[in-house]
Each structure stands twice: as structure tokens, then as C-alpha cells.
């Protein structure tokens, strides 16, 4: 049975601060990708990582995938209030199957 | 935004009355999925289809059914709801097995009194 463990579970900064939360598993990650999730609605796609080392960025947002496979981060640059919400890093298990596997998520809030 | 609506929005019932939540979709996927998210737990899968009248159980099935008529539809069925049903439900749906993305409803919000 594959864990999932996101860190930290919630974080509150200020507006302007870096951030990094972390995504943990005790497997090897098909395919990871990591949502948003602000109040009142669905996740929404951030990024998909598939290769083990890659890193890619999207604006502010830098995600990098450990080269195991086992492992991934979000760091985010001079947060602002928009990227307030849930962070959320499912992973698909294995080719063709259909186990993907949510963790509780990082509860991120930012203060203007 | 993918074309992925839910209805209701919102629900209350009382224990053992029969629910149904609809999602319904504009995308012409393939895949659909229903999950259940709750507060310490993230989001758990319910059910899923890999097509129409294809249909398999997720980690927490019990207590629910599922049915796809149609390519744009699944509905999700609790037979008796039960106050340990009180969540809330998304749909998502996905043109890939697995591993792509997959785009998610607003929500429905169910409380079973």
C-alpha cells in the first residue's frame, strides 16, 4: 500500500514570503501532479511531473521532482494572497491503472 | 474550464432516504470518477467508469452505486444514506487512464441529518 505524505499540513505567511510544501511517498510515483483547491471548488491542475529531476515553472510556482521518483516540491516566490488554498499532490499507481491516491494536502494561507 | 457540471449543488436528507447526485459533462471523455472529500482524509475514490455501462469500485464504494447510461453522464447513488455519508462529493473526468489530468467538478455539498 503506497502512503502519501504531504508537509506541512497547513502554513500561514505573509503576503511577499517564500514557501515550499513538500510531497512524500513511500513508492515509486508514476506520474505526479499537483492542484489548487480554494473553497467551494474542485482542484484545479497546476502541474503534471512525470520524469525523475525535473523541474518546471509556472510564473511564481517552481515544481521540482526528486530523482527517485519518490518525492516532490512547490516552492512559491513572493506569495500573494491569490495563492491561497488547499495544495494537493495526487499520484496515479502503475500503467494503465486507475489508483490515484490524494493526500490531506497543504492548507496555505497567505496574509495581504 | 472543462464542461463538468453537478447537481444538485447542494443537498440535505435524513438518514435512509435515497440520494442520487448527477455529473454531467460536454467533453466527450472517457473517463469518469467520484470521489468523496472530508476534512483529515483528502479525496477518496468512490467509483469509477472506463466507459458507458463500465464501471468499477474505487477504496471506499460501500454504501454507494454508480451508473453510465451515456457517455456525459454518472450518477451516483447512495441506497440509504447514512450520516457517515455526509460529505463533500466530486466528480472528475479524465481522457486518459490514470495518469493525465484530471479536471474536477464544483462539488456537491451532501448533508445527511
Known amino acids: 500500500t503506497q502512503l502519501l505524505e504531504q508537509s506541512p499540513q497547513f502554513l500561514s505567511i505573509q503576503e511577499g514570503e517564500n514557501l515550499t510544501v513538500y510531497c512524500n511517498s513511500s513508492s515509486v510515483f508514476s506520474s505526479l501532479q499537483w492542484y489548487r483547491q480554494e473553497p467551494g471548488e474542485g482542484p484545479v491542475l497546476l502541474v503534471t511531473?512525470?520524469?525523475?529531476?525535473e523541474v518546471k515553472k509556472l510564473k511564481r510556482l517552481t515544481f521540482q521532482f526528486g530523482d527517485a521518483r519518490k518525492d516532490s516540491s512547490l516552492h512559491i516566490t513572493a506569495a500573494q494572497p491569490g495563492d491561497t488554498g488547499l495544495y494537493l499532490c495526487?499520484?496515479?499507481?502503475?500503467?494503465?491503472?486507475?489508483?490515484?491516491?490524494f493526500g490531506a494536502g497543504t492548507r496555505l494561507f497567505v496574509k495581504a | 474550464d472543462a464542461g463538468i457540471t453537478q447537481s444538485p449543488r447542494h443537498k440535505v436528507t435524513e438518514t435512509g432516504t435515497p440520494v442520487t447526485l448527477r455529473c454531467h459533462q460536454t467533453?466527450?471523455?472517457?473517463?469518469m470518477y467520484w470521489y468523496r472529500q472530508d476534512p483529515g482524509h483528502g479525496l477518496r475514490l468512490i467509483h469509477y467508469?472506463?466507459?458507458?455501462?463500465?464501471?468499477d469500485k474505487g477504496e471506499v464504494s460501500d454504501g454507494y452505486s454508480v451508473s453510465r447510461s451515456k457517455t456525459e453522464d454518472f450518477l451516483l447513488t447512495l441506497e440509504s444514506a447514512t450520516s457517515s455519508q455526509t460529505s463533500v462529493y466530486f466528480c472528475?473526468?479524465?481522457?486518459?487512464?490514470?495518469?493525465?489530468?484530471?479536471?474536477f467538478g464544483p462539488g456537491t455539498r451532501l448533508t445527511v441529518l
Open positions: 467508469s472506463y466507459g458507458v455501462k463500465d464501471t
Open positions: 495526487p499520484s496515479t499507481l502503475g500503467a494503465g491503472g486507475f489508483k490515484t491516491i
Open positions: 467533453e466527450n471523455h472517457r473517463y
Open positions: 472528475a473526468i479524465s481522457d486518459r487512464v490514470g495518469t493525465d489530468t484530471q479536471y
Open positions: 511531473v512525470v520524469t525523475g529531476g
